[in-house]
């Protein structure tokens, strides 16, 4: 891609492009979440939904017997979960789709949904409705959102994600949503800082000049490097009051 032409969309990707993760999470916490599910080895059928560029698909294929379609919107990511898969030696369990996880072909054939830090994007409660009719009945689901972990918080955080996420909420109400849906819970944890800073906005952090480098510091590129920065800054000074939850439900 040339820079100077890309959209904001296409640098955010590119920004993104030869990082591990692309939200907050790590191959500890998705193996953390994957032992919260019973009788794995009975697993067959997975989608990663929103799988960016695949860290947490190649766990999933690592730890399962099971064949893994990954989808997400951009062929970007898509094309490094191949490589990646062909490099772990896991290409064999591993299927890609570029399509929008609100529109898949799946028809209550699934055994497990896998969504870490996408699910936001269709919102939490119109997500897990959508995808409940992917599922298999008994089949689970293991989402990542965005969750206050305290039952307070200072106005400026209250508010920053208000405006960004409305549907942000503590896990009570998250567990609430699931059972009001159709789903029991089978496991909730919360995501400690490290798997925000360690292997997520560090890693990103070091790409940043390089990425400017890549788009001559234009403009456009300097605002996209700007909003990871303050949305770290942001992170830093509020991590104590929300983070994300990772919820583990079986649809019944
Ligand atoms: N699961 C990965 C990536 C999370 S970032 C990880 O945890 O590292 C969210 C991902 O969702 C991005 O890769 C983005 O491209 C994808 N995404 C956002 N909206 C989407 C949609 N409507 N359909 C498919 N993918 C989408």
Redesign the pocket.
């Known amino acids: 891609m040339k820079s100077g032409r890309m959209t904001e969309l296409e640098l955010i990707?590119d920004l993104?492009l030869g990082t591990?993760?692309?939200?907050?999470?790590s191959k500890a916490i998705t193996l953390t979440a994957l032992q919260l599910i019973p009788n794995s080895n009975d697993i067959k059928t997975v989608a990663?939904?929103?799988?960016?560029?695949?860290?947490?698909t190649l766990t999933l294929a690592q730890h399962l017997n099971a064949q893994i379609t990954a989808?997400?919107?951009?062929p970007e990511?898509l094309e490094e979960v191949n490589v990646r898969a062909q490099n772990e030696g896991v290409a064999n369990q591993i299927g890609v789709l570029q399509?929008?996880?609100?529109d898949l072909p799946f028809k209550e054939e699934l055994d497990l949904i896998w969504?870490?830090?996408?699910i936001y994007?269709?919102g939490f409660k119109n997500g897990i409705q959508l995808w409940k009719d992917y599922l298999k009945p008994g089949g689970y689901l293991a989402v990542?959102e965005i969750t206050w972990i305290t039952g307070s918080r200072p106005k400026e955080i209250q508010e920053f994600w208000t405006h960004a996420y409305p549907e942000i909420s503590q896990a009570k109400d998250k567990i609430v949503d699931l059972e009001d849906n159709g789903y029991n819970l089978v496991g909730y944890f919360k995501l400690p800082p490290e798997s925000w800073l360690k292997t997520?906005y560090e890693p990103l952090e070091k790409t940043i000049p390089a990425f400017l480098e890549r788009h001559d510091h234009s403009e456009l590129a300097q605002k996209v490097a700007q909003e990871y920065l303050d949305e770290l800054s942001l992170y830093k000074k509020y991590s104590k009051y929300f983070s994300y939850g990772f919820y583990i439900a079986q649809k019944e």
């Open positions: 990707v993104h591990e993760r692309q939200g907050p999470g990663d939904l929103g799988c960016g560029t695949g860290g947490q989808v997400d919107l951009f990511f399509k929008s996880i609100d969504s870490e830090g996408a994007n269709l990542s997520y």
